[in-house]
């Protein structure tokens, strides 16, 4: 049998008259129009803020917003979030395009009439085939999103998610609007099997694309072309309505999500701006206290907030029950924007939500429209110490760090305590050195830091590594009042580290911290200051992978949990090189559900470390019911903060339970596995 390919198409607007077609035309173009209103508005907000100093390059930009607006890129990581919102979405994008591309018809058709004798119509033949297919198989998967995210809506009903009314009715409208495309599917191709209507009718082999349509035809063939005229208006304005409907709910973030992605500046996680000294001085003012103080895209990103809660549900000060909701920040300072609350932020956010976080980055990691939490906490953070809000053991904490240039108090003069009996040269006493061993404060400090930089330093000798440290010439990196919100502090602690640094030029840096690791390597490039800086776990791995250090034999028992330091692993995206060094100790891993960029924070970040808690309080403890859950009898770090918090909470468990660094782990076997010496009789 052949085909006439003319036609294999459809009819557009059956028993719709010019006149109609044209009050169809205004009635959605002023749906858009509210949008376009919205969204206006809108602008004005959000160019209240501060003008953005780090753009991206185009292709960059283009890369974030196909990456993690159009491509999805966050939206697996929560399986039925996945399995409902990428049919929805693509679907609906799907839809959009289709029905764009079927006006761009019409018009097509009705301006080649006005221009030629004979009208232009491209929507047929093979192109149309495609066409009906893609829609039909599309539209079938928004229907089954909509119908997923309304059972979770009023069935599940997640306590972490926002679920307002107007966002439900979007959804229904949506669903609606899906069935009652088919539906009208359905009845056009009634219509035009009917030679009442229709003269010649349109052939099957023409229809039978609009699969789902062609399925259902039998069940709308005696409905007239009237009938079919107004359920077609009925269709038209509940399109119109889900669209001037669209911009109050959650479900913008469809049109504002790829706006977010393309415009985020070139912000590195946990890395926000460095308070101007010039502004300090012409203001008064430190830090954020009104909405117009944070940055245009900052404010921005309130309003493409979906409600998920996916913030919520990873954050560890929520989960121990402290006052932080992360999703509730974003809300309520969406909320101060847009109805004109935002001139003084101690109003809207508590001292207590600011100070319980920790800045894991644990929520902007999750986060698929890439707000950043932890920096808006941070900015107005400062506002608050400098007010002076900042009280107890905490505001203890950089008092001493500002008379003794570390946050345990000690002097500089003990810095090198730890080293006694290893023969540690300084950067004076070996100016050839080939890498800076940043030691930190815990290392030189705290008595199970200083056993962790002891087992650095060995290592590194058995490896014959050309090194050196700073010693009394090392300061806190800042991090402790950076994290606080004492930024003038932070920058009086780094500018004498980088001048130190300039100084004696080092090719490279090794730290032990995470934290002096990130904020040497991230926060000092905001001060001018750029140096390598590698985990000592990456060196080690780097030496293993030499041949400088011995890969040892499998140990008997030998499962080791790995706790991700937050820092490293989400923060600075470092994950293999703890692993690759372990593995080599001869350890088998016994990873906790909760690992690499998505582990679990001990608490310690943002400053918490000098913070008091009660025990049920601790994220910690959390932390050590997942680690001991592997089963692993040995529980392996990488950060010095880390040591302190998770062993206290593994002791509250199970006091047979080590808790041990990496380097220790390491050195331990290879010192375990070194030939004995011969004992002559």
């Given amino acids: 049998m052949s085909w006439d390919w003319e036609l294999i198409t459809r009819h557009t607007y059956i028993g719709i008259t010019p006149l109609w077609k044209a009050v169809f035309y205004g009635i959605i173009l002023s749906s858009l129009g509210v949008g376009v209103v919205w969204y206006g508005k809108r602008l004005q907000l959000w160019r209240q803020g501060q003008p953005d100093t780090e753009p991206l390059p185009v292709r960059a930009r283009l890369q974030n917003m196909l990456g993690y607006a ?24 799907m839809l959009l395009i289709g029905t764009t591309l079927l006006a761009i018809a019409e018009w097509t058709e009705i301006g080649s009439h006005i221009f030629m004798e004979q009208g232009i119509w491209f929507h047929k033949g093979l192109y149309y085939i495609l066409y009906e297919v893609t829609l039909d198989l599309f539209g079938l998967g928004v229907i089954f999103g909509c119908i997923l995210a309304l059972w979770r809506r009023h069935a599940q009903k997640p306590a972490s998610v926002s679920l307002e009314r107007l966002d439900g009715i979007a959804v229904w409208l949506l669903l609606l609007i899906c069935l009652n495309g088919y539906a009208l599917e ?12 229709m003269n010649p009718p349109r052939p099957q082999y023409a229809q039978v694309w609009s699969f789902v349509g062609y399925t259902f035809a039998p069940l ?16 038209s304005l509940t399109i119109a309505s889900w669209f001037a409907v669209l911009p109050f709910t959650r479900l913008r973030h469809w049109f504002l999500a790829p706006v977010v992605a393309y415009y985020k500046p070139h912000y590195l996680p946990n890395v926000p701006s460095i308070e101007s000294l010039e502004r300090v001085e012409q203001t008064g003012r430190i830090g954020v206290n009104s909405i117009g103080e944070f940055s245009r895209w900052h404010l921005m990103s309130l309003d493409a907030c979906m409600g998920c809660g996916r913030c919520e549900r990873v954050c560890p000060a929520y989960a121990t029950g402290k006052p932080l909701n992360p999703k509730l920040i974003v809300e309520k300072l969406r909320d101060a924007m847009a109805n004109g609350k935002g001139d003084d932020l101690t109003q809207v956010i508590s001292d207590e939500e600011l100070f319980a976080c920790t800045t894991c980055g644990a929520c902007n990691n999750e986060c698929p429209v890439l707000i950043e939490h932890p920096t808006l906490i941070m900015e107005m953070r400062r506002h608050r110490v400098a007010e002076g809000n900042l009280r107890g053991t905490a505001a203890g904490t950089l008092q001493r760090t500002m008379t003794q240039s570390n946050p345990w108090g000690l002097p500089l003069s003990e810095r090198m305590k730890w080293a006694q009996g290893l023969n540690v040269p300084t950067v004076r006493e070996n100016p050839d050195f080939e890498v800076l061993f940043w030691v930190g404060c815990a290392g030189a400090y705290d008595g199970r830091g200083q ?54 030029n080092p090719r490279r840096i090794v730290a032990m911290c995470p934290h002096c690791l990130h904020t040497i390597k991230n926060e000092y490039k905001k001060l001018g200051a750029s140096f390598e800086v590698v985990h000592h776990t990456q060196l080690l791995a780097e030496l293993i992978q030499q041949g400088r250090l011995p890969k040892l034999p499998p140990m008997e028992n030998g499962a080791i949990a790995f706790h991700d330091p937050c820092y490293l692993a989400r ?6 090189a703890p692993r690759e060094v372990l593995q080599a100790s001869g350890a088998t891993l016994a990873e906790p559900e909760r690992h690499r960029d998505r582990t679990f924070c001990c ?15 601790r994220p910690g403890v959390i932390r050590a019911e997942e680690l001991l859950k592997t089963g692993a009898r040995t529980v392996a ?22 808790v041990r660094d990496i380097a220790e782990i390491l050195l331990e076997r290879i010192e375990a596995n070194a030939p004995q010496p011969t004992v002559v009789n």
């Fill in 603 to 617: 608490g310690a970040g943002g400053g918490r470390m000098w913070m008091d808690e009660l025990p049920h309080e």
């Fill in 70 to 93: 159009l491509g999805q890129k966050k939206v697996p990581r929560h399986r039925f979030a996945t399995l409902f919102h990428l049919p929805l979405y693509a679907g609906f994008v």
């Fill in 451 to 504: 056993q962790v930089a002891r087992a650095i330093v060995k290592l590194l000798q058995r490896a014959g590594v050309n090194f050196a440290v700073l010693g009394p010439d090392e300061r806190c990196t800042g991090d402790t009042p950076r994290r606080l919100g004492e930024d003038l502090l932070f920058q009086e602690l780094a500018m004498q580290n980088v001048e130190t640094l300039k100084a004696v």
């Fill in 637 to 658: 770090v990488g950060c010095p903060f880390c040591m302190i918090m998770v062993s206290d909470s593994i002791k509250t468990k199970d006091d047979a339970v080590p």
């Fill in 571 to 576: 923060v600075n995206k470092i994950h293999d």
């Fill in 220 to 235: 709308f063939e005696n409905i007239s072309v009237s009938g079919y005229r107004l359920w077609w208006w009925f269709h």
């Fill in 186 to 197: 359905s009845a056009r191709i009634a219509i035009e099997r009917n030679p009442e209507f």
